[in-house]
């Protein structure tokens, strides 16, 4: 498959209400949000969408309101499929290509893991073949899924027995298999990188994309990183990847999930509480944050 994740995609927020219910009237605000500070690709239903707390029923519905609001809009629509239930996510996976979505991604499954690269491509198999038009991306996040094998062997494995195989949305720290995996089949298949505090790193290796839940509230910050890499000016980029380091290490001192809604918050783009098994913060932990971002210059930085 041809279709690339290329510049900055963000991993959205699943917006929910007050009482932790889907409140889908918010995805038209988010993509305003994104569009303006020019994001023009969205990773919906994934890890930041909190996709397991979400019911199949809600995840259908989330995937068709973005369809909705990005319809004639110049944005592009990568839907997360993947679930512990394969049925569930062949499903999804169809309801995407009906969309017409751009493509798809999913995680392997992560109760009943797969034993082996093998049956792990069998997995991702059966879902793309729900969507037989639609560019298909394993998403690669063994710290979440606890299933870590070898992406570049993967790749090689799931060449003949994917056919929409685009690539894998790569949110793995570990650089050398990321450096291997874009080699493979001399370059064929696209790795958007997935881990924000190390976009740079990444860059230098090859990289020509990222998919990230900081860039939902802090683009700007990643565009010049993007743009002084591009020239060459290296000494800027550090500066621009050092304020990553230090805005994403202040949310994970609060609880990332929760404390990156609250930034979405301060920048009137309300996508309201976590659901849980994430905790939510108080209103003077808000405060707190609110401080502690006005203290590292968080606010200037996407203003600049």
């Known amino acids: 498959m041809s279709f690339k ?3 900055l995609v963000a991993a959205t927020h699943t917006p929910f209400d007050g009482a932790g219910q889907l409140q889908l009237a918010a995805v038209e605000r988010q993509a305003e949000h994104l569009l303006r500070n020019g ?4 990773f919906i239903g994934g890890s930041t969408g909190e996709s397991h707390s979400l019911t199949f029923d809600e995840r259908r519905a989330l995937a068709q309101r973005w369809s909705e609001v990005l319809r004639g809009v110049h944005m592009r629509l990568v839907v997360h499929v993947g679930s512990n239930c394969l049925s569930d996510a062949r499903a999804l996976a169809a309801q995407a290509a009906e969309l017409n979505a751009d ?7 992560s109760y009943f893991k797969p034993k082996s690269i093998e049956v792990l491509v069998a997995c991702c198999a059966e879902i793309a073949s729900a969507a037989k038009q639609t560019p298909f991306y394993f998403y690669d996040i063994p710290v979440l899924t606890g299933v870590n094998f070898s992406m570049p062997e993967f790749l090689r494995q799931a060449a003949d027995r ?12 570990d650089l050398m298999a990321y450096q291997s995996c874009l080699q493979v089949s001399g370059g064929r298949y696209d790795i958007p990188w997935g881990v924000d505090e190390y976009l740079l790193a990444a860059l230098a290796l090859g990289a020509v994309g990222g998919v990230g839940s900081s860039y939902n509230f802090a683009a700007p910050i990643y565009h010049r990183l993007l743009a002084a890499f591009e020239r060459g000016d290296v000494a800027s980029a550090r500066v ?25 918050g301060f920048l009137s783009v309300d996508v309201g509480p976590a659901r849980s098994p994430n905790v939510n913060l108080s209103r003077e932990q808000k405060g707190s944050l609110r401080e502690d971002l006005n203290r590292i210059g968080f606010f200037e930085w996407i203003e600049g």
């Open 5 to 7: 994740l290329h510049g």
């Open 39 to 42: 994001v023009k690709t969205v």
């Open 103 to 109: 493509a798809i991604a999913a995680l392997a499954p």
């Open 162 to 173: 994917i056919p929409t195989l685009a690539g894998i949305k790569f949110t793995n720290a």
């Open 240 to 264: 621009e990847q050092f304020r990553s380091v230090q805005l994403i290490e202040l949310l994970a001192g609060y609880g990332y999930m929760a404390a990156a809604k609250a930034v979405m």
